[in-house]
């Protein structure tokens, strides 16, 4: 997944944990709880170029 993808995959997710979590009361699931673990776990396990390939954003 290159930066873009990333940045409106995160960009979304926290959206939907807006609309779901705002209104609720509790504790609810987080969809950017659970992506961020993920992005992080695949980001520790990759090598130094694919953590370029993973943060720098292409220009369109």
Do not use: C, Y
């Amino acid at each position: 997944m290159d930066g873009d993808a990333l940045l409106h995959l995160v960009s979304n997710a926290g959206r939907v944990d807006w609309n779901i979590r705002h209104p609720a009361r509790g504790v609810q699931p987080s969809l950017v709880d659970s992506l961020w673990a993920t992005l992080v776990e695949r980001f520790e396990a990759a090598d130094p170029q694919e953590h370029l390939k993973q943060l720098i954003r292409k220009s369109s």
